[in-house]
């Protein structure tokens, strides 16, 4: 049977470290030139991804312009049966990390692979600890945050009307100016001043009230969820009647292929991978 590939969407932030004039492959280099060099230090790196000390085993698997495809493996034991005798094995099962650089896009796609790692979460975590040995170095860091669904949101909103006591935006530094327009006039100006790469604002309802005006219409919260789900930053929603938060992380934006498209002409794999980090 063909075997389909689901890929979780992320957004990648790539960060200075501080705002004050700090060091740049040891080089003294002010914040605003750190600015603009950031994305050329980080796309230098992923070029030569492969080739680096990463720890785990990493090839990379296609590329065109911008966009890259790797395979990333987990070695484990296994253990397999013959003639009747355990037989412990060696084992590398592997998920593929789509990355586009592009400066308009600079969206990460993860594979599920249970076998590999548990979760794209895991998954997510190991890369983001390779990335930042590297980029910390250089005064900058990246974050990888979720992209998901906004209807579905709205949805969850609409249908628990009159029974939300909280929400929780977990604002992530704006690092692109196409999805940060929605929180440029209040909170961009703010988040910049302090060097905030991770920013709450949390809607308490009163003990015995709930939030309102909850919906597109309220400009000012239709702004937070726009930009959180252009992977902005993670929501978390509390719920009269309901035990556990609603969280954005279970309305995730993903990508489904048949893994036979991977294995086919570079020109069909070309294709495929442009399409899951569009």
Do not use: C
């Amino acid at each position: 049977m063909d075997k389909a590939l689901k890929f979780d969407i992320f957004r990648f932030h790539l960060l200075p470290i501080t705002t004050k004039q700090t060091s740049l492959f040891g080089e003294q280099i002010t914040y605003e030139d750190l600015v603009n060099k950031k994305n050329e230090v980080f796309n230098d790196f992923v070029k030569d991804l492969q080739n680096l000390n990463t720890g785990v085993p990493l090839e990379l698997f296609s590329q065109e312009d911008d966009s890259f495809l790797f395979r990333i493996a987990n070695p484990k034991k296994t253990i397999i049966y013959k003639d009747f005798k355990e037989i412990i094995e060696n084992t590398e099962p592997y998920v593929y990390l789509a990355i586009n650089l592009n400066d308009d896009v600079q969206k990460i796609g993860i594979s599920h692979n249970t076998e590999a790692f548990s979760t794209t979460t895991v998954t997510k975590n190991a890369i983001l600890k390779i990335f930042n040995k590297y980029l910390n170095q250089n005064s900058l860091s990246i974050e990888l945050e979720q992209i998901f669904e906004e209807n579905k949101f709205w949805n969850v909103a609409n249908k628990y009307e009159g029974r939300i006591k909280l929400i929780d935006f977990e604002i992530i530094k704006p690092n692109m100016s196409r999805i940060s327009q929605s929180i440029k006039a209040t909170l961009k100006p703010l988040i910049q001043n302090t060097n905030s790469h991770k920013t709450h604002v949390k809607l308490s309802a009163p003990e015995q009230g709930v939030l309102e005006n909850i919906d597109k219409k309220n400009k000012q919260v239709e702004g937070l969820v726009s930009y959180s789900s252009e992977g902005g930053g993670n929501i978390t929603m509390k719920v009269l009647g309901l035990k556990s938060r609603i969280k954005t992380k279970n309305m995730a934006k993903t990508k489904k292929i048949n893994e036979l498209q991977l294995k086919g002409s570079p020109e069909q794999i070309i294709k495929v991978w442009k399409d899951i980090v569009e």
